[in-house]
Structure formats: structure tokens, C-alpha cells
């Protein structure tokens, strides 16, 4: 319980961190150009929740999941061990606050 308190509180500071610099990043290719700063916020705090809760979730080995929001739709790509830990990363990411939708392009890692 204290692990997953620790990640929620890591997560909010990592989520004022990127808030913090994101004006020092270039965007020139990266990012739409109908973007702005606050949805690059946004889309970052997302992420770094999205992130905190796979780690916390118990039951999901996310050590090799990576995450991508954009305009509130999470991007998952990376590998996991099985078809319920794929299914279970879906659930985990869609009941996330400020997550619009979720594409999940997990590959099931061969044993």
C-alpha cells in the first residue's frame, strides 16, 4: 500500500516537473502544430499517472510497457508476458482521470 502511495506522489512531482519545462522543449516535428503548451501539460501529467498506476497494479508485470499520450488518447507499445497482462494494462490505463481513449499495441512477449 505504501509502494503504491509512494508512485502516486512521485507521479504528481514528475507531473510538475515536466509542467516546469516544457517551455524548454522544441516541438518543431514532434507534436501536431494545433497542440498547445497546456494540452502538452496535460498529455504529460497523463502520462506520468498512466505510468504510476502500471507499476502499482499488482497483477501486471509492466517493466517493459512505454507510454505516449497525445490529446488524452494513451499509446501502449512494449512487450508483457501474456494476454491477461495485455488486457488487464487496458483496464488499469482506461480508469486513469483524463484519459480519452487507450490504444493498445502490446506484443505478447514469447516464453
Do not use: C, W, Y
Request: aromatic share 2%; charged share 15%.
Amino acid at each position: 500500500m505504501k509502494t503504491t502511495q509512494f508512485l502516486k506522489a512521485a507521479g504528481g512531482i514528475a507531473a510538475v516537473v515536466f509542467a516546469l519545462n516544457v517551455n524548454a522543449q522544441t516541438t518543431s516535428a514532434s507534436a501536431p502544430a494545433d497542440t498547445s503548451v497546456g494540452q502538452k501539460v496535460d498529455d504529460s501529467a497523463i502520462t506520468t499517472k498512466v505510468k504510476a498506476e502500471l507499476l502499482g497494479a499488482k497483477n501486471l508485470k509492466s517493466t517493459h510497457i512505454h507510454v505516449k499520450t497525445v490529446k488524452g488518447v494513451v499509446s501502449l507499445t512494449g512487450t508483457v508476458p501474456s494476454a491477461a497482462d495485455k488486457s488487464t494494462a487496458t483496464e488499469v490505463v482506461s480508469a486513469v482521470s483524463g484519459v480519452a481513449s487507450v490504444k493498445n499495441h502490446l506484443k505478447i512477449a514469447a516464453e
